[in-house]
């Protein structure tokens, strides 16, 4: 029985491809965490760009602490193959950070 290799999306650029395709599986799954990692990170960044307007009123979410912009999104870190939740907003060119809490409690 023969197995067919899984087929690139059309977009993926010939070099990164074979780039790729020369990898283990060890550094392939690393690959893969790096890349997921890399794209939240920059979805997050888009969305802290696409802020409403300094001025421009929002609803608080119910569960928002005082100390947190209503600008604030909520992003995932992974720590230690844990994952926890934190607000996060952009203050000048930095980008902070607060402690929401676990994704999964019941770990």
């Not at 899984?6 to 690393?30: F, K, Q, S, Y």
């Amino acid at each position: 029985m023969s197995y067919e290799p899984p087929t690139p999306p059309p977009n993926l650029p010939t070099e990164v491809v074979n780039a790729l395709n020369e990898l283990g599986p060890t550094r392939l799954r690393d690959v893969a965490h790096y890349a997921e990692a890399l794209a939240e990170h920059k979805e997050r960044e888009a969305r802290l760009e696409d802020e409403s307007p300094e001025g421009e009123l929002e609803e608080r979410s119910d569960d928002l602490p005082d100390d947190v912009p209503t600008k604030a999104t909520i992003t995932v870190k992974e720590i230690n193959d844990n994952r926890y939740y934190y607000w996060q907003w952009r203050e000048g060119d930095k980008i902070k950070s607060k402690y929401k809490g676990p994704v999964n409690p019941d770990r």
